[in-house]
Every structure is written in C-alpha cells, then in structure tokens.
C-alpha cells in the first residue's frame, strides 16, 4: 500500500496541475511496481544489451578501479595502458541470466568506457570504440553459455567516443560521431573502410560544452537515416553522403544532446502494408542552455519539462511540443510491447557529467503515443533508488524493464557522497503484468521461439486467451528489436505493429491470429526480434524470432 506521503504528494501535484492549460493536464494512475533482482552484481551497469537467449550483457569501464566481483579462476587483465590500474583480477563486465536471476563475470581487454554497439543480423553483438587503448576497438560477444569477450584490434578507423551505432538494411553497422569526430564509418569494413566527413555534426557543436554527442540515430522507412544532434536533425543518404532534408529545430532550441541529456524514441511504426508509412519521433528531457557549465560552478538549473514530437516522413514536418509531469535529464525511453513508451532514470537538474546531477527522478512516466495531446502522461509508481548519470534499462521478453547503473564518480564510490555507485539491478513491471489482467493475457503456442521468419509473408500466430470475450480489434502482433542502451540513448530500439488481417476462434480458448512481416530492411532490417501478441492493450510473453 503506498505511503500517506506518497498519496498527499501525489494529490497535491494532481491538485497543482488541474488548473493548468487543457495541454498540460496529466493523469496520475500511479501504477507499475519494483522488484529488487540483485543488491549487487559487482559493477555498475553502464551500458546494457539484451540477447537472443535471455541474457543481458552488461559493463562499466576499466579505468574505475578494481569493481566488486573477482574474475573467475584467478584471472586478471594486464594492461599497462590502464590508467587506474594496470593488473586487475576484478570483472568490468557481466552477462546477467533473466529467467534464473543469476550473473558471471566476464573479461573486457580494453577500455569500454562511453562505448556504443548492436546486435548483427546473426546476433552477435558487436560492440565499438571506448576510451584510451578502447577507442579503435570492436568486440564481439556470441550468445552462449561459456563465451565471452573477443575483441579486434583497429578495427575502427577513428576514435569512437560517445557515439551511436545503427543497424542498416545491408545488415551493416553505421557508427556516427564521438567526441572530436564529425563523420561516420561502416562495420565491417567489407563495403567502405574509411571515414566520411558529416559536417552536421560540427555545425551542432557548442564548443566547450558539445551537447551533440550520443547522437539520436533512427533509420527511416525510406532507407535514409534519421539523425538528431543538439537541438536540430537531418534526414540523411548515408550510402551518397547527402543531407535529404533538414528539419527545424526545436521550438526554444534548447539542448538535448550529451551532455544535456535527453532521449529519444522513433515511435511504433504502423500501417505497414500502406504506400506510405509514417514514422514519428519523439524527445523527450534534457538540460537548458548554461545548465552544464553552470553545474560546474556548483548551480544545478532545473532539467527541461518538456517532448517534441515529429512527423519525419511529412513534406513540411514541424515539431509539437508536449510538457511532462516530471522535468527530467538523463533519462531513458523505453518501448514497450504494447506500443507506450517508458520514460525512466535521470535527475531533476544538471546534467550528464561526474558530480553534476541533482534531484532524481525516482517516478518512471508512461507516455501513450496514440492518445489525444493532454492525455498521454501517466506518472508511475517510484523506486527508492536513484539511477542519475550512467544509469540503464532494457525491455525484456516478459514485458519488465530491467534497470541498473548510477555512477556519476570518477571511480568507485560508495560512501560519503550524494549518490553513492550503484550496483544493484532492479525491475519495473509496468500495470500490464498486474495479475487482474492474467485473463486477458494471450500465450503463444505457436511458432515455437527460434522461428526463422521472411518479409513481406503472412503467418498465423496461435494463443490462448482465457478472456471470457476477446474483441477481435483489440488484438494486434508487434516485433521488437532489442537495444544498446547507455547515456540515456536505446540505439537500434523499433516497435513494428503488424496488427492483425484475422483472428479466428479454434475452441479451448484457443484463437489463431494472422499477420503479415514488413515487406522490407528499411522497416525492420534483418536479425532477431521479440515477437508479442497484444490484446486489449495487455501484451502476452515474447517469444524470439530471426527475420531474414
């Protein structure tokens, strides 16, 4: 039951806000609850992943000093470039088992830290760049019971620090930016092995501050991608190097780039069979101008308290602007299989950088896209535990979202500070998995999870429901893609809503549901994906599945 606290604060803001404008009115549902996994899995989650067999790879950095969790079998890295600590027998990765809760420790050779990757179409995750002997690197992590990190020395032909990665149709990798680089490159190196200049990317440089990097990277249904830095994007050909088109920027032209952190989101992508799909963008949070340097002088400014969302395909697209009920920086946004967005982690004010937080935001806020403006905040239940700078989440197959991380020190540090590092993993299970909607909860049967899928063909996926009514429009299928989530960016995460051509009743609660796959890699480009059934806005357990 929540506290008398909890309920007057949540009155008190309800009472606050009615008064607003009819834009700004918010619904408090409160709902959603927190389960503690582990109080510690021997390092901070700074950057998380999750694979096609239901674990979550996992790591910090190097250069933090020795971590809480030993290396198996007296192993240790020796690595004289290190600059913490040369010989250390401690883990800065784990991979964490979902389903059983337990965690291993695992080697990374070099220096991860502020690193990006994605999941390969064979679903491996290739991983890229890093901080001093990291920052050329790839690493390759294979799902298995026994594997861990191989890395490939140079494999990158800049320095990759705070950069985003995305998957391409061609089943490339593309890493955009970092600190000090204003171009691209392709992994592997097998189509073009050098850097392309992208002056997009110097031309939304603050200098002394950046805020452009971790740039909000989205491949469109077109085939071009989607590019976010600051306060501005542009639609991109990355295979001739021309800007298409360059949208506006953000009414107010605050930041919402590293470090001024925000998030972002391309949101659920639909009508997939029509001649022209839309897609949006959401941001969501961030810093004001000044608020990163004014951090450094000690003055934490008040995070931004409000989204832009964007119409990306529209001929003449413009930004609408929504306020949420919480102000938030450092945030993540997550998609859920339902087709809402999680808005989750940060801090009330600052920014990204050691020290330079306050105020975290301990509520998670649902926002539902497909409602009418005014309607699509709900604030969410709190946890007790502050995810500031270098927090984590990840969505998992059975509909919770995984969070971890917090470490807004140098190194290690547990005592005598605000916001000590933070090992723990929690979940948040949102309303959807409370036990009242258990009947209405569907089941697959049918594919069995491992199924190879193509595009452009239709399947009939099979469920029980055990609803005592199941409303045919109320049932639709969705895929996810699976992200690399750190520093407030799930780089790679989609939403398909294939929704549904015929639901037919078999008998013993059973209905088979058919849907068509996207008909190309510019909609959902090849590789594994959670696949879930959704009725009545309840989604069912996903099972894997390898489009191809």
């Not at 790879?57 to 809480?68: A, C, E, Q, V, Y």
Request: some cysteine; glycine content about 8%.
């Amino acid at each position: 039951m929540a506290s008398p606290s909890f309920i007057f604060s949540i009155l008190l803001l309800h009472f606050l806000f009615a008064s607003l404008p009819s834009h700004r009115t918010l619904t408090f549902a409160a709902d959603g609850s927190w389960q503690l996994l582990q109080k510690s899995v021997g390092i901070s989650a700074m950057h998380m992943q999750l694979l096609r067999n239901d674990r979550v790879i996992m790591f910090d950095r190097t250069d933090f000093g020795p971590s809480n969790l030993l290396l198996p079998n007296g192993k240790c890295r020796n690595d004289p470039t290190d600059t913490a600590l040369q010989v250390d027998c401690t883990a800065h990765s784990v991979e964490y088992d979902v389903f059983a809760n337990k965690f291993r420790a695992l080697t990374v050779q070099t220096d991860v830290w502020c690193s990006s990757g994605a999941i390969m179409p064979d679903g491996n995750l290739f991983q890229t760049g890093g901080f001093n002997d990291g920052e050329r690197r790839v690493r390759v992590f294979s799902p298995c019971r026994t594997c861990d990190w191989n890395e490939i020395p140079n494999g990158l032909t800049a320095k990759r620090w705070y950069a985003s990665n995305h998957i391409l149709p061609d089943g490339r990798q593309i890493i955009v930016g970092g600190r000090g680089q204003f171009n691209y490159e392709f992994i592997p190196k097998n189509i073009v092995s050098n850097k392309i200049n992208l002056p997009f990317l110097s031309e939304t440089n603050d200098k002394g501050i950046e805020n452009n990097l971790y740039p909000f990277v989205f491949l469109n249904v077109d085939g071009n991608l989607f590019i976010f830095a600051n306060n501005r994007a542009i639609l991109f050909d990355y295979l001739n190097n021309i800007v298409v088109k360059k949208y506006p920027m953000i009414p107010g032209g605050e930041p919402r780039s590293y470090p001024s952190t925000g998030s972002a989101v391309l949101l659920p992508l639909k009508n997939l069979k029509a001649a022209a799909i839309e897609a949006e963008v959401l941001v969501c949070g961030g810093a004001p101008k000044g608020s990163y340097l004014q951090s450094l002088k000690g003055t934490f400014m008040a995070a931004l308290n409000t989204c832009a969302r964007i119409k990306i395909t529209d001929p003449n697209p413009e930004w609408v602007m929504e306020t949420m009920p919480l102000a938030r920086v450092m945030g993540d946004m997550i998609l859920l299989p339902n087709g809402n967005v999680l808005l989750i982690n940060g801090a009330g004010s600052g920014t990204a950088g050691w020290e330079q937080g306050r105020d975290p935001v301990l509520s998670p806020v649902l926002y539902q896209p497909d409602n009418n403006i005014g309607s699509r905040f709900e604030v969410q239940n709190p946890t007790t535990i502050p995810r500031m700078y270098h927090s984590t989440a990840a969505l998992l197959r059975d509909g919770r979202v995984l969070v971890g991380g917090s470490n807004p020190h140098a190194f290690y540090n547990f005592t005598g500070v605000l916001f000590p590092t933070e090992l723990s993993l929690e979940a948040f299970s949102p309303a959807y998995l409370d036990a009242k909607f258990d009947k209405m909860r569907p089941t697959i049967i049918a594919p069995k999870s491992m199924s190879g899928i193509r595009y452009r063909k239709k399947y009939t996926i099979q469920v029980v429901i055990n609803s005592d009514k199941v409303d045919e429009s109320s049932v639709s299928v969705t895929m996810f893609a699976p992200a690399f989530n750190t520093h407030s960016f799930s780089m790679n995460q989609r939403l398909l809503v294939l929704g549904n051509e015929k639901v037919t009743a078999v008998g013993n609660s059973i209905y088979n549901i058919e849907a068509t796959t996207p008909k190309s890699g510019n909609l959902a480009p090849s590789g594994f994906y959670l696949l879930f059934v959704v009725h009545q806005g309840i989604p069912s357990q996903g099972i894997w599945v390898r489009l191809h």
